[in-house]
């Protein structure tokens, strides 16, 4: 069967970060720590609430799109903080 959204979002994370694997690490293209993710957390809640109030089809990211980065920012933050106590 399906992996879920949790095992969905992991094997996103997997794939998008071949595009982005250029010798830089994660803590690079995240460089205020906590509050990069913070950031990119709010851009997703910020598209999300946009199709809440407005349902439409996307042109690029919808939805369900929209959510599996957010959990996977989430996790990103969450690593993050445990390298960062």
Same mark, same amino acid.
């Given at each position: 069967?399906a992996?879920?959204?949790?095992?969905?979002?992991?094997?996103?994370?997997?794939?998008?970060?071949?595009d982005?694997n250029?010798?830089?690490s994660?803590?690079?293209?995240?460089?205020?720590? &906590?509050?990069?993710?913070?950031?990119?957390?709010?851009?997703?809640? &910020?598209?999300?609430?946009?199709?809440?109030?407005?349902?439409?089809?996307?042109?690029?990211?919808?939805?369900r799109?929209?959510?599996?980065?957010?959990?996977?920012y989430?996790?990103?933050?969450?690593?993050?903080?445990?390298?960062?106590?």
């Open positions: 069967g992996p879920g959204a949790l095992g969905e979002a992991g094997l996103l994370a997997v794939k998008k970060g071949g982005y250029d010798g830089h994660r803590d690079e293209y995240f460089p205020l720590g &906590l509050a990069s993710y913070a950031q990119m957390l709010h851009v997703k809640v &910020l598209r999300l609430v946009s199709f809440a109030r407005n349902p439409r089809e996307a042109n690029f990211e919808g939805v799109d929209t959510l599996l980065d957010a959990i996977n989430a996790s990103f933050a969450a690593d993050w903080l445990g390298r960062n106590k």
